[in-house]
């Protein structure tokens, strides 16, 4: 069965920083990527950030470039995102997911449950 849970959530001041998590289990992590994907109140779902760790290839929303890292680490399969000089419009539930394609982030069904973000300003 495939699993993914999210942690690391919670709530900062504008300029802050947080660490969300993403582990894995279920199915061989090296073989896919990542995305993190994030939902702001009445806002459709938007892809943040994606990685797959076999070729390394990264994805960032132009909206997080230079503010927010992804990375993997295989042996625990756990991929995290550092995010930093978080802004109010980072507000929103962050969710992981496999994904197929990291130039489209298009997903493969596979969702974690998701964990809050809030930057108060």
């Known amino acids: 069965e495939v699993q993914l849970v999210e942690s690391g959530g919670g709530l900062v001041q504008a300029g802050g920083s947080l660490r969300l998590s993403c582990a894995a289990s279920?199915?061989?992590?090296?073989?896919?990527?990542i995305g993190w994907f994030r939902q702001a109140p009445g806002k459709s779902r938007e892809g943040v950030s994606g990685?797959?760790?076999?070729?390394?290839?990264?994805y960032y929303a132009d909206s997080v470039k230079g503010r927010f890292t992804i990375s993997s680490d295989n042996a625990k399969n756990t991929v995290y995102l550092q995010m930093n000089s978080l802004e109010p419009e980072d507000t929103a539930v962050y969710y992981c997911?496999?994904?197929?394609?990291?130039?489209?982030?298009?997903?493969?069904?596979?969702w974690g449950q998701g964990t809050q973000v809030t930057v108060s300003s």
């Open positions: 997911a496999v994904v197929d394609d990291i130039a489209t982030m298009s997903t493969l069904g596979f």
């Open positions: 279920g199915f061989a992590f090296d073989d896919y990527a």
């Open positions: 990685i797959r760790s076999s070729t390394g290839r990264i």
